[in-house]
């Protein structure tokens, strides 16, 4: 089953996807947010181009576990992208994931300037072993 990370920001998408097992997952691309409409088309064109049976979001919950304003601003684009798209949108807990790509970024050496984007596809890829191959033993809180 091949998955599509997105890792939704204000004014970048990460974009990471697996493999067709669903076991390996790799960086792909980062969408600038634009509008609304254009952002779902190229997903879908994602959708369309890599044959992906399902699109995962990461959703920011806060260290607690709970909903702070920028994870019910990803749950409100889910909302969207689940009436916009042919294929099924599951949320995925991703705290800490933009961290942990952070860290692994500066471990690799990567210079500050090209980090921000390479953040986003990293973090959506960050969902690869609990969030894309595993995702169904963490998923977020019901929307």
């Known amino acids: 089953m091949r998955a599509l990370g997105l890792d939704i920001g204000d004014r970048r998408i990460g974009v990471a996807v697996s ?4 076991l390996v997952v790799r960086p792909l691309t980062v ?9 779902a088309e190229a997903i879908q064109a ?10 995962v979001v990461g959703i ?16 409100a684009f889910v909302r969207y992208l689940q009436r916009r798209l042919t294929r099924p949108v599951e949320t995925w807990d991703e ?3 933009t961290q942990d790509a ?4 500066v471990a690799m050496g990567v210079r500050p300037r090209p980090r921000p984007e390479m953040v ?16 169904r033993a963490r998923p977020t809180p019901s929307m």
């Open 102 to 105: 952070m860290r692994e970024l």
């Open 31 to 39: 969408l600038r947010r634009r509008s609304e409409p254009q952002v």
């Open 60 to 75: 920011p919950l806060l260290a607690d576990g709970t909903r702070g304003q920028q994870a019910e601003k990803t749950l």
């Open 120 to 135: 986003d596809a990293a973090g959506a890829a960050g969902m690869r072993a609990p969030g894309l191959t595993a995702r």
């Open 19 to 22: 493999d067709p097992t669903g």
């Open 95 to 97: 705290r800490f994931s």
């Open 46 to 55: 994602l959708i369309d181009e890599l044959r992906v049976d399902v699109v």
